[in-house]
């Protein structure tokens, strides 16, 4: 992989303007709220001789002071982890949830919440520390024997991330415990002292001189093995220590104030695209901008709580971070072009082997789905009648779940050969969260909410998203980073917007929830035929690019040469993805790792060629959803799973497996 540095403005720039006009803008609020509270006099008075009886110096004291510096660590932290971690992993993409830190961090806390309330109550940051370190050490684990290389370790953390957020999702689907964490989980800087504080920033001062001392070795990490091993730098040895320091900058931060994970993406990204050129300037804008960029965020909520209930402070951060990376988007310079190491671990003679075995094991599955299920007198496996009127409610949501991962696993081939990126998969459009906003903001206004409403609800929210995607594409050329970045950027945001609504407290958001985890009760035979039918036609759009997938990671120099144009493949590829996507969302919801680790898996067993892998991901995402809509109906009788949080288990797994036996 190349070094991020080529996202670099096309015209010159300096970070400091943009750092300016943040502080200047947070300072600015920041006075008006606390002279709106307590007069020019009365402030000097409560900051050289405060009054203990005063509940106004109590509050600038104790509240207002520590929160404002906590807003600068935590964004300074923040800023830096995601640089490092961009650095490390060379992906532009990478930030400090990459690792899946933020996520464990969030299960922990849950599951402390169910088994040991008391604990969370009083020592919520050191379980939080516990979690986010067993993370760590999962990942590192995973990636060892591949010698912490960087898709071995973006995958790792990607897989862990995945895991330990379905995990929390099904939490709050069935305990009312994790429920209460909603706003921490969101992120929130609302404190009454100074301990949050004292814990955050020592390990930010002795973590920062630590990074700093690394900038020479990470600075030679994009020269490869080999180069590295020339000049005596051992790749292994750094990306590890590295990697622990931006891990531990993370785990404090979440440990301290909880999940805010667009910092870390943002910063790195608007400290590049505004001119930040050398490893050491990224470094340091990317703290600064991280810094100013949540003490705005911060102050906006406090302000905006005057009109409206307060939103956590990491969803703020994510509404007002996106519009700059889409403001500096279009300065963007399109860097070299990176392609995927496909390294397979089986050998077949022809493909038709693994695509044989895969297409037997669905038929096998699909059958099992239909017949065997569990009912009061426990397993059953139904024949004649009985078949046919169970068959009635069981295969148009077996025939939309099959649809929707065949679409969404085709989808995910499309991105990571169209970018090169592994971390590419169909949420990075933006499109999923797109729609699954749609319908959490249709709940929050309508009276009542039915099948068709809550489609077009969907529909409208992804159809924006798309827009939006393809406007900005456009403007690049449909530049592979700026795409993907621009795709990330809209998702937080939507991501952002959703945990805003979902802290409001709405009993009836959380009657969704099911839907937004990949659920298949509502699919009825129309719907299920329609998905089908898109599944047909789009699929089959998706093949007739395979001459483009083909020439395209050879880089935009080869591929001129050979008579591809740029924009109208680029384009279309990236029209096709975003129509899959939209339909499956449409269907199941917002379920995406199927988009992510189909075409991983499907690659590990042999399927390289661009048509092959498309077929094969396709073949894979209709197993794995039938697989885990099956098990999704009768895990948790009478109870039911969604399919999207089962694929994520049983899918996730295989992958771990197959990257921990994963040689050097």
């Known amino acids: 992989m190349d070094d991020v540095s080529p996202l670099l403005p096309r015209k010159p720039a300096h970070p400091s303007m943009l750092v300016l006009g943040l502080a200047v803008a947070a300072l600015l609020l920041s006075l008006f709220l606390i002279l709106r509270a ?79 309330p008391n604990l969370v109550a009083g020592e919520r940051e050191v379980v939080a520390l516990l979690g986010g370190v067993l993370a760590m050490l999962t990942v590192l684990g995973l990636a060892w024997r591949a010698r912490l290389s960087p898709i071995a370790v973006t995958l790792a953390g990607l897989i862990v991330g995945l895991y330990c957020s379905s995990f929390n999702t099904a939490l709050i689907l069935f305990e009312d415990g994790p429920r209460t964490l909603s706003l921490w989980g969101s992120g929130s800087l609302d404190v009454q002292d100074w301990q949050a504080v004292w814990w955050l920033g020592p390990q930010l001062i ?86 100013a960029l949540l003490w705005l965020s911060d102050e906006l909520v406090k302000a905006s709580s005057i009109l409206m209930p307060p939103i956590p402070t990491g969803a703020a951060s994510a509404l007002l971070g996106a519009p700059l990376l889409f403001w500096l988007l279009p300065r963007l310079r399109s860097p070299i072009h990176r392609s995927i190491s496909a390294v397979s671990h089986r050998r077949y003679p022809h493909p038709s082997v693994p695509l044989g075995m895969m ?66 998969s169909p949420e990075v459009l933006g499109v999923s969260t797109g729609a699954s906003f749609g319908v959490l903001a249709f709940a929050c206004v309508a009276p009542s909410m039915t099948l068709p409403s809550l489609l077009v609800a969907a529909s409208i929210g992804a159809i924006l998203s798309l827009g939006l995607i393809l406007f900005l594409g456009r403007r690049s050329d449909f530049a592979p980073d700026q795409l993907l970045l621009a795709g990330v950027t809209l998702s937080m945001a939507f991501s952002g917007l959703q945990s805003a609504v979902l802290t409001s407290g709405n009993p009836r958001l959380f009657g969704i929830l099911g839907w937004l985890s990949g659920s298949t009760y509502l699919v009825q035979k129309p719907m299920a035929l329609s998905a089908c039918l898109a599944a047909a036609i789009l699929i089959g759009a998706a093949a007739l690019s395979r001459r483009w997938l083909d020439i395209l990671p050879l880089g935009s120099v080869t591929a001129r040469g050979l008579g591809v144009r740029l924009d109208v493949s680029r384009s279309a590829i990236i029209l096709v993805a975003s129509l899959l996507t939209a339909v499956a969302t449409l269907i199941v919801g917002p379920f995406s790792f199927v988009g992510l680790m189909g075409p991983h898996i499907v690659r590990q067993w042999g399927l390289r060629r661009p048509l092959w892998h498309l077929i094969g991901s396709g073949v894979f995402g209709s197993l794995l959803m039938v697989i885990a809509d099956w098990l999704g109906r009768v895990s948790l009788f009478p109870n039911q799973m969604p399919a999207g949080l089962i694929a994520t288990l049983v899918g996730g797994l295989y992958l771990i497996i197959s990257l921990a036996r994963r040689s050097a």
């Open 38 to 116: 307590i007069s020019v006099h009365e402030l000097w008075q409560a900051l050289v001789a405060p009054d203990p009886g005063n509940p106004r110096h109590i509050d600038l004291r104790d509240a207002t002071l520590p929160r404002l510096v906590l807003s600068l660590l935590c964004g300074t932290a923040l800023g830096l982890a995601g640089a490092i971690f961009q650095q490390v992993l060379q992906n532009p993409m990478a930030e400090p949830a990459t690792l899946g830190i933020s996520p464990a961090a969030y299960l922990a806390v849950s599951l402390a919440s169910i088994w040991v």
């Open 206 to 291: 002795v973590i920062s001189l630590a990074a700093v001392s690394l900038r020479r070795p990470l600075n030679l990490l994009h020269l490869g093995e080999a180069g590295a091993l020339g000049l005596g730098l051992s790749l292994r040895r750094t990306r590890l220590i590295a990697l622990g320091l931006a891990v531990a900058l993370s785990v404090a931060v979440v440990s301290a104030v909880g999940v805010m994970s667009f910092i870390g993406l943002a910063a790195p990204a608007l400290a590049r695209l505004a001119g930040a050129r050398t490893l050491g300037q990224r470094l340091f804008w990317s703290a600064t901008l991280g810094a």
């Open 359 to 424: 297409l037997l094991l669905t038929m096998l599955a699909m059958a099992a789905s239909l017949a065997l299920g569990k009912g009061i007198g426990g397993w059953r496996w139904s024949n004649g009648e009985e078949f046919q009127a169970l068959a009635y409610w069981r295969l148009p949501r077996l025939e939309a779940a099959m649809a929707a991962g065949a679409m969404l696993a085709v989808a995910g081939s499309l991105l990571q050969r169209l970018t090169g990126n592994p971390m590419a």
